[in-house]
């Protein structure tokens, strides 16, 4: 069962623009009827206008949003119907500012379990599989669409909510999983516990980890140190609240993430200007969701990074690609002796390195430049020593700059549980 709506996933690239050019209309027209935030910001836009390519609208910002909710608190104006037929409230994660509260009908939480029904299908998932779901389970959006989407597909699942991680292990290896749903951070700390712990992971019935909030899935080391911990493939899948579940990696090409343009049109533009970049060249990437009519983004500016490429996949489906998934965000690059240096390719390096259990990252201004500095937590038993050169050796030899290292006693640097944050930045 390797597709989920075979019907739009096995379209063309010209069924694809069709599908998205006539979602897009229908959407925009419930909008101007309904929603005050768009109606303002497509004043220019006529009802005899909703079928004008995407591209003739203008950009929306996470500021603006942010915005129109502290003015017109608490739910802002982007609302495309009354608020009596909203069912669902969760808000970001306030990774990036104050958290912004995203409200679904029936109708759009709908779409995303079909969203998350072609995701799936895509991963390999199964009808037998048993789900584990390691997450809070709190306001912020996580996996809950997730869970609920295999729920209706039939699948068993297993929620882990308020469980510490050792007890999670042993669900994982008691109650027979075969997929987890996590943050790639939460997979290795998983791992490690299970090391220290005696656990077996290896030998459990997990064979596939779909994992998500972080770039991590698509980070080479970071991956094989997932998949050499639990011996199961890692999927990567990469969306977000204000936006939709709007990626997944399939079976047959891994390294990159498809987008399912079937449900949401994409972009990739230059950042300062806003110009649309070529194929295969780094850009910010441009969501609008079609589905999710009650509190829409219309050419909604990320912040991703990405490469996008265009063309059939072995997979069958004709969606856009991101090379290598999200590359990083551009708000966390760090300007360091004349190198752009992203915590993704830091993380690449640090899960490469033997004997390195945690690390984090500190910025650190000196005068107009930022130093680098990494303070790292080796495994116990190993050589510190060792796991010290080999990091400052391997920034170099990638940055042509060497850093400054501390290290840290076995068990003091933080671990995640959703989004890490491991970069640090000093005055």
Known sequence: MPYFFAEEELL???????????????????????????RGKLADVQSSQTDVAVESFPFTTRAELQQDQISHSPFGTNLTFSLDQYT?????SASFGEPLRVLD????????????????RGAGVEPGDRFFFPFSFGPFIGFWAAFESAVAMGNMCL???GMTTSARLRSIVDHKVTVICCTPTYALRMAEAAREEGVNLAGSAVRLLIVAGEPGGSIPSTRTAIEAAFTARVVDHAGATEVGPHSFECVESPGGVHFIESEFIVEA?????GNTVGEGEEGELVVTNLGRWGMPVIRYRTGDLVRLRRGQCRCGRHFARAEGGILGRIDDMIFIRGNNVYPAQIEDIMRGIDGLAEYRIHVCRRGALNDLALELEPLPGVDAGAVQRRAEKAIQDRFHFRPSVRLAPPGTLPRFEMKARRVVREA
């Open 12 to 38: 063309d690239r010209d069924g694809i623009v069709a599908v998205q050019r006539r979602k897009f209309a229908a959407m925009v027209r419930a909008v101007l009827a309904g929603n005050a935030f768009y």
């Open 88 to 92: 669902r409230l969760h808000q970001t």
């Open 105 to 120: 009908r029936n109708a759009d939480w709908e779409w995303w379990r079909r969203c998350w029904g072609i995701i799936y």
């Open 159 to 161: 929620p882990a909510g």
């Open 269 to 273: 533009i230059d950042p300062r200007s």
